[in-house]
């Protein structure tokens, strides 16, 4: 019989960058935007600004946030927070307005690390009510003289020993925020461990060893990159290539400068390559190619686009998994293994028990559709729990299982597949979008009466948001202005790129608004589309 719950090492970030200083201190370990570091060097840096950070009153257990594009500061930050014993909270350096305010306050940060291009939108009204000071990273920022700042430079300190700071992997290392369905968006409290066995799960799914060298542009604020890149190469060796900006026409001149063998990306950068003219630099197209490139990681990626990078590049691919922030990878498929369509790989049986359940949390028959829940085998391998959110830890964990609000099933040779989300959330561009928080910023504008935001396909896959609108009495704005008003106060990711002007909303007979009729009618006759009309998002 399978044993229901099996013990295993448990470990924290900091002592995997303890281990890498005693197996390989000085070769080539980071490189963030052009700066390198060894072992060495990142933890030397790392104890020079956690000591800055205990000097200015962060304790273990204190939050320290980032809101910064991927920089060589946010990397050691994260190193630098967990020396001190604290909890790293990279915020989505996309977000504002609403949605900035509930994630800083929520985390109640003791200190927050601000690009400059990000400063002006540091207020007090969205922080903390325990913040010391504002660490601007950076020059030419617009800074509020309200606000506690002080440069990076001055949380560097002069003192490079170790804190003695030593965590439990039951310790909380980071929190994550995940798009909320019916409310604002929940931060995931990760432990050490946690934070450790999933980039493990990615160097065993990969084949990572220490011969690899990771190339992504995705940003740190993500756990895909942090956890890929800052973790990772502690767990596996070698070094990794942190870009910040991800460009389709660079891209061969970009992996192969880097001389990279693993490119980790999500699902749509990948499309983009794809179907992307010949480059003289890919795989195939002669001296100038790229020798060093083996595997395109993208999960999810469509069947059709994994098999365009096997034979047009001849690479491996990482194109089917399953996992959410709260716990991950319950599923994958290892690489240069042929896809089974429409599966997000094999179950990890190894650390989950995983099932589907009915609405009463019945476990339903092989093959049958219903919810996905999963409880783990092995301790600290799930998330422990909401930050500061109790009731939605119990609501989700009912029946001692935690429940994703996907719906899946699972074949009986252990394949599962990913059919729906039961909950209200969409993802676009590989960020989750809570389309609450979009319809509760759209109901900020004096103009609307009410609001519907719901995902419709996206030919680069995934979704693409669309905002069906009802017009306060008498309001003449236009679907382009009203557009341009998102663009101001939503994150980049969250802009839409439909808007429909309507009457009123379909609803149910209780009166409340249904969403399903939006989605099944997706684009129509009347929808505006900012793309169509010749309009960008810009880059901030």
Known sequence: ???????????????????????????????????????????????????????????????????????????????????????????????????????????????????????????????????????????????????PWIMWDDVVSTDES??????????????????????????????????????????????????????????????????????????????????????????????????????????????????????????????????????????PMPPEIDQIIRTRFGLETFSNAYGTTEVSLVSWLPPGVEPRAGSAGVLNTESFDVRIFDDDDAELPVGSQGEIVIRPRKPLVMFSGYWRNPGATVRDSRNQWWHTGDIGRIDPDGYLYFVDRKADYLRRRGENVATWEVEQTFHEHPEVSDVAVCGVPSPAGEDDIKATIVRAPGSTITEEQLWRWSVDNLPRFAVPRYVEFRDDLPRSETGRITKAPLRAEGVTARTWDHEAAGLAVPRQ
């Open 1 to 147: 019989m399978e044993p229901i719950w099996s013990s295993h090492p448990l470990r924290t970030v900091n002592g995997l960058l303890a281990a890498r200083l005693r197996s390989d201190p000085d070769g080539p370990f980071l490189d963030v935007c052009g700066v390198t570091y060894t072992a060495r060097q990142i933890d030397v840096l790392a104890n020079r600004v956690a000591h800055g950070l205990i000097d200015r009153g962060v304790r273990p257990g204190d939050r320290v946030a980032t809101l910064i594009d991927n920089a060589p500061q946010g990397a050691v930050a994260f190193y630098a927070t967990l020396k001190a014993g604290a909890i790293y909270v990279p915020v989505n350096a996309m977000l504002k307005g609403r949605s900035l305010r509930h994630q800083m306050t929520d985390a109640d940060a003791k200190v927050v690390i601000v690009g400059a291009n990000y400063a002006e939108r540091i207020v007090p009204e969205v922080l903390g009510e325990h913040l010391a000071v504002a660490v601007v990273v950076g020059d030419g920022a617009t800074l509020d003289p309200a606000v």
């Open 162 to 299: 170790p804190t003695g700071i030593e965590p439990e992997p039951s310790d909380g290392a980071l929190i994550i925020y995940t798009g909320g369905t019916t409310g604002p968006s929940k931060g995931c409290l990760l432990s050490h461990n946690y934070a450790v066995v999933m980039p493990e799960s990615n160097v065993v799914t990969w084949g990572r060893t220490a011969t690899d060298r990771v190339w992504t542009p995705l940003p740190l604020f993500h756990f895909n990159a942090l956890g890929v890149c800052l973790i990772g190469t502690l767990i596996a060796g070698g070094s990794a290539v942190i870009l910040d900006r991800f460009s389709v026409s660079q891209f061969w001149d970009d992996v192969t400068d880097a001389q990279a063998t693993i490119a980790s990306l999500l699902g749509s950068p990948v499309v983009f390559i794809a179907r992307a003219p010949d480059h003289p630099r890919q795989p195939g197209a002669g001296s100038g190619a790229n020798h060093t490139l083996r595997l395109i990681t993208g999960a």
